[in-house]
Nanobody, 125 residues
Framework: VQLQASGGGLVQAGGSLRLSCAASGRMFERYVMAWFRQAPGKEREFVGGISRSYTTTYADSVKGRFTISRDNDKKAVYLQMNSLKPEDTAVYYC????????????????????WGQGTLVTVSS
């Protein structure tokens, strides 16, 4: 599968953005999907993910502010980001894991077989 992330941009603190990740290929519904981010000079970190059965999990730093959803018909996963903070500034990546139904998204980068190219989110104070 190939992944294409989009929707990044410049937003003021407290604002919102919605990122999209479009997938090409077959059987999108068979993938666990996740979002990661990488700020300048920092390691890539897990933002959250969504399982094949639509269970979501989030990093503590974004819980209550970010929401992940998926639309299998459109082969897409979304990251709705509200109440953005300057520390949310990063390049955001989507990732996919070909997995069995019970698999849950985790923060382990090696779980994911496919990665998108990233989209930059900048939050100004």
């Amino acid at each position: 599968v190939q992944l294409q992330a989009s929707g990044g941009g410049l937003v003021q603190a407290g604002g919102s953005l919605r990122l999209s990740c479009a997938a090409s290929g077959r059987m999108f519904e068979r993938y666990v999907m996740a979002w990661f981010r990488q700020a300048p000079g920092k390691e890539r970190e897990f933002v959250g993910g969504i399982s094949r059965s639509y269970t979501t999990t989030y990093a503590d730093s974004v819980k209550g502010r970010f929401t992940i959803s998926r639309d299998n018909d459109k082969k897409a996963v979304y990251l709705q980001m509200n109440s953005l903070k300057p520390e949310d500034t990063a390049v955001y990546y989507c990732a996919a894991d070909w997995a069995i139904l019970s698999t849950q998204p985790t923060s382990t980068t090696s779980q994911y077989d496919y990665w998108g190219q990233g989209t930059l989110v900048t939050v100004s104070s």
